[in-house]
């Protein structure tokens, strides 16, 4: 028997009961959620809603702007084909961060001329891609020597990415200290510092090698903060001025998602018109104007995703440091966020028969853990502490049931410990408008795990 300390919650009708223990997920009802499983031939499984694809889609779409738009999808946050294939429909744009991703693009039939490359390694081909029509952003001055000397005297058009000397992440409150969601300020590598663009080392490059720089590219983190984010878009209309053929101001993305209800969404419109307004001041001063580019990842896809899984086993301890475990059978293999950032998803418990009757009243406090053979792998950690755990009170649960983990559509299927014991890469479906359940990956096999794998030659061992 457990030591549950169990609570009755008032619920006036089905999906109203008290925050805590909802009746549902954020798109998914218990049959929805048994349907994923079942159509993916077991959990866990991503479900993505295609209602929330789209309605995130069209916000970012809206974003205030004076003289032209694009957006770019960040596909790190999710690369499946299918959802490239979406916003494409859409008339979204791609962000790549490596070579690979503008492969994968591609091959999932996005134009070359809709991708932009802004990368930490430049890939080997890059002269190839740049051939092709990928747009590439220099983001190191080893990178824009490379292209140079590559396209030297060619008047090749190229955009250069520049570190504002700030960031800003969902997990830290300093502009200037590392934090894993900090991509500015001196603890960041990415970009070419500021002070490289203000002093003429750009220039000379650029002028040594006949290029022409069409783009200014900034990004200040994950996450990051409305007002600092704004602050740096100002500002970065200054490094627009270096060079009279920029045409275009790429301010990246990190709009901060609320994916719990305690916590704040960036509001697009709210925070692009003083944006939209810099602009306008510019092309009165400077006679030139400057087409926007933005580049969401976590806004288009992260509430449109949830992690499906099964409740495979629950144990407990006691003491005064006891706590009762849910085991899942999914983790970090499949949403790493809260072991790699402390992060916090919304949890839902639902019966395992899919049964909107068997939605019962009851909840526990427990401690979410995974699969894995791992103390890190832990699901609910103590807010921005990945090294703490936490315990969350959801509604009671058996063996067998589903636990939903909500807010898993960005940077958990792109971004996991896949393969970790073992553990196969997750199947993926889409919910369409109909709430029809659609297979748009499959299960990762045993064999496909293996088949890279070379054995040592003959008489080498034993």
């Known amino acids: 028997a457990f030591p549950l300390h169990l609570s009755h919650v008032r619920t006036t009708?089905?999906?109203?009961?008290?925050?805590?223990?909802?009746?549902?997920?954020?798109?998914?009802?218990?049959?929805?959620?048994k349907a994923c499983i079942d159509t993916a031939g077991g959990s866990p499984v991503y479900a993505y809603s295609l209602k929330k694809l789209d309605d995130s889609a069209n916000a970012c779409l809206e974003f205030p702007n004076a003289y032209g738009l694009t957006v770019r999808y960040a596909m790190k946050a999710c690369p499946n084909k299918a959802i490239l294939q979406f916003f494409l429909s859409k008339g979204i744009h791609i962000d790549a961060s490596s070579g690979y991703e503008v492969r994968r693009a591609i091959e999932a039939g996005i134009p070359p001329d809709h991708i932009s490359l802004s990368t930490q390694e430049l890939p080997t081909d890059f002269a190839h891609l740049l051939e092709m029509g990928v747009k590439v952003n220099a983001c190191s001055i080893s990178q824009l020597e490379k292209i140079g000397q590559h396209f030297s005297g060619q008047g090749l058009k190229v955009g250069v990415r520049v570190n504002p000397g700030v960031g800003s992440g969902g997990f830290s409150s300093s502009t200037t200290s590392f934090s894993k969601t900090n991509v500015g300020g001196p603890s960041s590598s990415f970009g070419?510092?500021?002070t490289l663009v203000e002093d003429g080392t750009v220039s000379g490059l650029v002028d040594k090698y006949g290029l022409v720089v069409e783009r200014i590219h900034t990004h200040i983190g994950s996450g990051?903060?409305?007002e600092i984010w704004q602050q740096v878009a100002s500002n970065s209309l200054s490094f627009c001025k270096k060079w009279e053929s920029v045409k275009t101001l790429n301010l990246g993305g990190g709009y901060k998602v609320g994916r719990n209800k305690d916590e704040a969404t960036t509001n697009l419109k709210e925070i692009g018109e003083p944006v939209k307004e810099a602009f306008q001041t510019f092309a009165e001063e400077e006679g030139r104007e400057l087409t926007l580019e933005i580049e969401p990842g976590t806004y288009l896809v992260a509430m449109a995703g949830a992690l499906v899984s099964t409740v495979q086993d629950k144990v407990f301890t006691t003491g005064e440091s006891g706590h009762v475990f849910l085991k899942l059978d999914a983790g970090m293999t499949d949403v790493l966020r809260p072991s790699l950032y402390g992060a916090v998803h919304p949890m839902t418990v639902l019966p395992g028969s899919g049964a909107d009757t068997d939605v019962g009243d009851l909840t526990e406090n427990v401690v979410v853990v995974g699969h894995c053979c791992e103390s890190g792998d832990l699901m609910t950690p103590k807010p921005g502490e990945p090294e703490d755990l936490e315990e969350r009170t959801l509604r009671h649960s058996e063996i067998g049931d589903i636990l939903v983990i909500d807010g898993s559509g960005a940077y958990c299927s792109g971004m996991n410990t896949k393969n970790y014991n073992s553990f196969p890469e997750a199947p993926e479906v889409m919910v369409d408008y109909d709430e029809q359940i659609h297979l748009i990956r499959a299960r990762q096999t045993l064999a496909q795990i293996l088949e890279n794998e070379v054995g040592l030659p003959e008489g080498l061992i034993g």
Do not use: K, R
């Open 224 to 226: 990051s903060d409305p």
């Open 13 to 33: 009708a089905y999906g109203l009961a008290m925050s805590s223990n909802p009746g549902q997920s954020e798109f998914l009802t218990p049959a929805l959620a």
């Open 192 to 194: 070419i510092w500021h």
